[in-house]
């Protein structure tokens, strides 16, 4: 079945920073990809996302770009700041699910800590 | 906001207690999803439903039990829970995959813990 693999964490760094953390999948198809950030005590919220290859997703600063030929969508920002501190999810969506509910495949998750 | 609510924000039961959680969504979305989190353990979805009918039920036990009445509320009722099911439970909606992939929108969780 489809898959989401994202690098090992925790990453930390320092304030204004350059992040980049990776991701690839695996899919049958051409699912949509997406990022999703989890803060502290809350629940996880749509970054940004991309439908198509060679898509670029951004916002907030972040961008990721849908690279159909090494099944990536690695996440980039060029200065991190400490309230980026959070967990990252990669996601795509499931193709095998034509009829009904879409259904997202999510890695595992990524926690990255930005110290001042 | 997120356009998906979720209350309680937090709840702590006993093992003989019953309780359930709510989740409602005004977005005019047709899907909705029970995830759970727990520390150190990736996304585990629970149960799917789309236009208020069931499609997926994750080998979920039976002392977890869903109710969708409609397309904008959804409920997590909970019996005789273990103290291993303490986690984040997430709730979120969607459109149907037809009408395009614009991912899910999630709801702040219940942080459940059983005492």
């Known amino acids: 079945g489809d898959s989401v693999t994202q690098m090992e964490g925790p990453v930390t760094l320092s304030e204004e920073a350059f992040l980049t953390i990776n991701c690839t999948y695996t899919?049958?198809?051409?699912?949509?990809l997406f990022w999703y950030v989890q803060y502290p005590g809350e629940g996880l919220q749509l970054l940004l996302k991309?439908?198509?290859?060679?898509d670029k997703g951004s916002n907030k600063g972040f961008e990721a770009t849908y690279r159909k030929e090494t099944t990536s969508f690695h996440l980039e920002k060029g200065s991190v700041q400490v309230s980026d501190s959070a967990v990252y999810f990669c996601?795509?969506?499931?193709?095998?699910?034509?009829?009904?509910?879409?259904?997202?495949?999510f890695g595992q998750g990524t926690r990255l800590t930005i110290n001042p | 906001e997120t356009g998906v609510t979720q209350t309680p924000r937090h709840l702590v039961m006993g093992m003989t207690n019953k309780k359930s959680l709510k989740c409602e969504q005004h977005l005019g979305h047709n899907a909705m999803y029970w995830y759970k989190q727990s520390a150190k353990k990736p996304l585990e979805l629970m149960f799917v439903y789309n236009f208020k009918e069931q499609t997926e039920n994750n080998s979920v036990p039976s002392r977890f039990s869903p109710e969708c009445p409609n397309s904008s509320h959804l409920f997590l009722h909970l019996h005789t829970l273990q103290p291993e099911d303490s986690a984040l439970y997430l709730c979120?909606?969607?459109?149907?995959?037809?009408?395009?992939?614009?991912?899910?929108?999630f709801g702040s969780g219940t942080r459940l813990t059983v005492v």
């Open positions: 899919a049958t198809g051409y699912p949509s």
């Open positions: 996601a795509l969506s499931d193709q095998t699910g034509i009829q009904g509910a879409q259904k997202l495949v």
């Open positions: 979120a909606s969607s459109q149907e995959f037809r009408r395009g992939q614009q991912g899910y929108t």
């Open positions: 991309a439908t198509k290859a060679d």
